[in-house]
């Protein structure tokens, strides 16, 4: 089993910056992937970014060059800096962890909400 915790969330002006955490515990070694989802009201849930476990990265084209995806093992934490946030990243942020290399998420986190305001 792997645990994951979010935190960072909260609300910030449109062009604003925020740093999400995901506090990581279990059986992290049997992890492919780490990623950040982000659900809006009313739509369906979105992949943001992923990191793999050998450091290659993937983000959704709306947060390219806006978002980065980061991990500290010795922390063992995972980040998700955000950068020049628009209106339209309001949205719960979803940390999740996948065993297999493709696929959906095996665990998940409780989420943090990010509210950014025009």
């Known amino acids: 089993q792997v645990q994951l915790v979010e935190s960072g969330g909260g609300l910030v002006q449109a062009g604003g910056s925020l740093r999400l955490s995901c506090a990581v515990s279990g059986k992290i070694f049997s992890i492919n992937a780490w990623g950040w989802y982000r659900q809006a009201p009313g739509k369906e849930r979105e992949l943001v970014a992923v990191l793999s476990s050998g450091g290659s990265t993937y983000y959704v084209d709306s947060v390219k060059g806006r978002f980065t995806i980061s991990g500290d093992l010795l922390k063992s934490t995972l980040y998700l800096q955000m950068n020049s946030l628009k209106p339209e990243d309001t949205a719960m942020y979803y940390c999740?962890?996948?065993?297999?290399?493709?696929?959906?998420?095996?665990?998940w986190g409780q989420g943090t909400q990010v509210t950014v305001s025009s």
């Open positions: 999740a962890a996948r065993k297999s290399a493709t696929g959906q998420a095996d665990y």
